[in-house]
């Protein structure tokens, strides 16, 4: 019994498990962090204040302590309200929080290092870090679309800027090759050109000129031709929904539906699948 339980090999799946278990967990801490800063942002950003500084309540402008700062956790302990003068605290929080903290997983996931291989020489490492900051850069895209239907030149160029400066130092350490390079370059101003003539052909109607810069960013990241998979699915979806809301008549035909987060959730889902979607797309044309 006793050789049973303490057999090597035994230990080390169970200790191995829980490793990876305390991995995910921290990377889901790591993304409620980013959700907390992408709620802080995309307030900022829309009342045109600084981007640093200290937090405060919007209400009665008291300045937020070490301890109303913890992601979800504040949220809970404080009962959604305000600490000093009870006013409610928006559900956007947490949900911010918990699904940029799903994001930051699912990027891990897909991304293929693992943090306990200890190879922090790897330049999957470095890629993982770029993407755990462009996604919080995606993620406070997709936010204020969803709020105020329209994306900030300073997120869109912000991530524009990371992704050439990653693509162009990949290129330098051998880890993308020349083609593979222009290959990414190529995919966003493909993109991007093919948006500006849905948005210039419908006079902006169909959508707005930030998801052009925005999509150009999405090129850079997708690489081609992960990008194609990545606008089919924005447009599908896109489609899908707005078909849905006007059925129910959440919206009028007419009225506004971002197409801003449709087009970042497309990339996530190309990110993880486009490769088997295309594959089984081309199936079909044997
Ligand atoms: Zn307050």
Redesign the pocket.
């Known amino acids: 019994m006793r050789g049973f339980f303490f057999e090597k090999k035994y230990v080390n799946i169970i200790n191995m498990s829980i490793e990876y278990f305390i991995v995910y967990i921290l990377i889901f801490i790591l993304g409620t962090i980013a959700g907390s800063f992408i709620n802080c942002l995309v307030w900022r950003i829309n009342n045109k204040e600084t981007i640093l500084g200290r937090s405060y ?1 919007p ?2 402008k ?1 300045g937020l302590g070490f301890f109303d700062l913890f992601p979800l956790i504040s949220f809970a302990w404080l009962k959604a309200s ?1 600490r ?2 009870k ?1 409610k605290i928006s559900w956007q929080y947490p949900l911010i929080e918990i699904l940029v903290g799903l994001v930051f997983v699912f990027v891990y996931q897909f991304t293929g290092f693992d943090l306990l291989s200890n190879d922090f020489a790897n330049i999957k490492f470095y890629e993982l870090i770029f993407r755990f900051i462009l996604s919080t850069l995606l993620m406070a895209a997709f936010l204020y679309d969803l709020k105020y239907y329209i994306i900030p030149d300073r997120i869109t160029f912000s991530g524009i800027g990371l992704m050439f400066l990653w693509i162009v130092s990949a290129f330098f350490l051998g880890y993308y090759t020349e083609m593979q390079m222009l290959g990414f370059i190529f995919s966003g101003l493909g993109s991007a050109f093919f948006l500006f003539l849905i948005w210039f052909l419908s006079q902006g109607k169909a959508m707005g000129f930030g998801d052009v810069k925005l999509v150009f960013l999405l090129g850079l990241f997708l690489g081609w031709p992960l990008i194609i998979p990545g606008l089919f699915i924005s447009f599908f979806l896109g489609a899908l929904i707005g078909v849905l809301l006007i059925a129910f008549k959440k919206k009028k035909m007419k009225s506004e539906v971002p197409f801003g987060p449709f087009l970042i959730i497309g990339t996530y889902i190309s990110l993880a699948w486009g490769q088997s979607i295309l594959f089984w797309y081309l199936s079909f044309m044997r």
């Open positions: 309540c209400k009665c008291h305000c000093y003068c006013e």
